[in-house]
């Protein structure tokens, strides 16, 4: 099993940057993947970024070139640097583990807007 606790949400103007943080319980060395989802109003929980164990990427469309995923294995955490935001991009952003199961956290939630 693994904890995990999001942070680093807010309001952040269009054009601003936010970086998130997932911090694990546990080691995340051996996890399969570690991905960002976020469901904005109204809107089911898609997959924002992904990262596996292998150092493997991949990421919706809409955040191509504004969103990067890392992992600090060491420190057993994963963030989501977010630049370029758009109002689009308000939504809860949760944390997920995946090793023989999804391991999901409570969320944080990111505003966009003027």
């Known amino acids: 099993q693994v904890q995990l606790v999001e942070s680093g949400g807010g309001l952040v103007q269009p054009g601003g940057s936010l970086r998130l943080s997932c911090a694990a319980s546990r080691s995340i060395f051996s996890i399969n993947a570690m991905s960002w989802y976020r469901q904005a109003p109204g809107k089911e929980r898609e997959l924002a970024e992904r990262i596996t164990s292998g150092g493997s990427r991949n990421y919706a469309d809409s955040v191509k070139g504004r969103f990067t995923i890392s992992r600090d294995n060491a420190k057993n955490t994963v963030y989501l640097q977010m630049n370029s935001l758009k109002t689009e991009d308000t939504a809860a952003y949760y944390c997920?583990?995946?090793?023989?199961?999804?391991?999901w956290g409570k969320g944080t939630l990111v505003t966009v807007s003027s």
């Open positions: 997920n583990a995946f090793f023989s199961m999804d391991y």
